[in-house]
């Protein structure tokens, strides 16, 4: 498998080498859709201080810690995403006759992949925790990467646990780009401020906020009285990571076992 992965990254970074015109508009994209983020943010918070106690320094920084997770999981995860296309169109029973895990040869399938987005998030955070005052120490450079590897596990078990929903409705795109609408809204802004409900989606069925919230929460040392967790449970994200997996894993097991093809 990893020999496999080292050819996938090779052949990734030499498609994107052969369509440079796309890779530079596709970073002029991604530059231009989290740069209109953080402006929205500002405006913002440019008319309201505050934010049920944050300020733009402080969600700034929160912002960061979701785009670098949701980055690492693009880089290394993002053709999980299409596997609904290829159901559809019959080309994942290719995988299925192959050596190799199945859920592992979909990742691996070579696409034009490039970690510049992810080096663009390692850039924006370090900018962000710099001017959001956090203090770096040990802690703060073990953690991190850590709760970034637990949020992107979070960010692929749910983007699984909808792929696999095709094995049986073979159409989720209107799943998919609600999910995804909720995790790039909602996250945006602290947790806090939204009805209890939402507060409970996004901690406990969907936690996205294990992605941002809670982290930047223990490392800003800020409290919020209408979570039933403390600001502690942001050192939880790689634990929330890896259950969040297991079960997408699980539920894409059975999803595999009773697929039977589109009919192709």
Excluded: C
Excluded at 38 to 67: C, E, K
Excluded at 149 to 173: E, K, M, N, P, Y
Excluded at 240 to 254: D, H, N, Q
Aim: charged share 15%.
């Amino acid at each position: 498998m990893v020999r496999v992965y080292r050819e996938y990254w090779r052949i990734n970074i030499l498609t994107t080498l052969e369509y440079r015109e796309n890779f530079l508009m596709w970073l002029a994209f991604m530059l231009v859709y989290h740069g209109s983020a953080i402006a929205t943010l500002y405006v913002v918070l440019h008319q309201f201080p505050s934010m049920n106690g944050w300020d733009f320094r402080q969600m700034a920084f929160m912002y960061g810690f979701w785009m670098l997770a949701h980055a690492l999981h693009n880089t290394l995860f993002s053709n999980v995403s299409s596997i609904p296309e290829h159901i559809r169109d019959g080309n994942f029973d290719r995988t299925l006759v192959r050596p190799l895990d199945s859920l592992f040869a979909t990742i691996a399938t070579p696409g034009q992949i490039f970690p510049d987005e992810l080096l663009l998030a390692a850039f924006y955070f370090g900018i962000a925790t710099w001017y959001a005052g956090v203090h770096v120490d040990l802690a703060f450079v073990v953690l991190v990467p850590l709760i970034v590897a637990g949020g992107a596990l979070i960010d692929l078990a749910i983007d699984l646990a909808i792929s696999t929903l095709s094995f049986w409705f073979v159409r989720v795109d209107a799943l998919k780009w609600i999910t995804l609408q909720l995790e790039e809204e909602f996250t945006r802004y602290p947790i806090g401020i939204y009805s209890r409900s939402v507060r409970l989606v996004l901690t406990f069925a969907l936690p996205f906020a294990f992605m941002n919230y809670f982290p930047a929460m223990y490392f800003l040392h800020k409290t919020d009285s209408s979570l039933p967790l403390p600001a502690i449970a942001g050192v939880l994200t790689p634990l929330v990571g890896i259950v969040s997996i297991a079960l997408a894993y699980g539920f894409w097991r059975v999803g595999l076992d009773r697929y039977q093809g589109v009919g192709h």
